[in-house]
């Protein structure tokens, strides 16, 4: 980076995340994306969904196929919410089993004598 350039943090129309950059790249990048900053990481997507589809797909294109994915995606729980929402549960069955086990068996209504 030549000296006097100033670097400034942008996010990411797409999956929000924030980068640093100078401010001529900031411009270049919405330039080339009709007015929204891509990150890297999305700049690389929207060339693999081009070259996926083919010859003929605009950016434009594959920047809203690639954000319809990213949305799609976020929509479902990451493996470690579920990995929460799973210890919560054995933690409750454990805890209430434990509780229930101190007050009465659940065999305790069942005779050992005829």
Not at 3 to 27: H, P, R
Not at 44 to 66: C, F, T, Y
């Amino acid at each position: 980076m030549a000296s006097g350039q100033v670097v400034t943090a942008a996010k990411c129309g797409c999956c929000g995340l924030w980068e640093e950059c100078t401010m001529s790249y900031i411009e270049w990048v919405q330039e080339r994306y009709g007015g929204v900053w891509v990150c890297g990481l999305c700049e690389e997507a929207v060339k693999d969904e081009q070259a996926r589809l083919g010859v003929g797909v605009g950016i434009e294109a594959a920047l809203r196929i690639h954000a319809s994915f990213r949305e799609t995606a976020n929509a479902y729980p990451t493996p470690h919410a579920v990995a929460g929402s799973i210890m919560q549960l054995i933690k409750k069955v454990m805890s209430s089993s434990s509780s229930s086990s101190k007050t009465s068996s659940p065999y305790a209504s069942f005779s050992s004598t005829p």
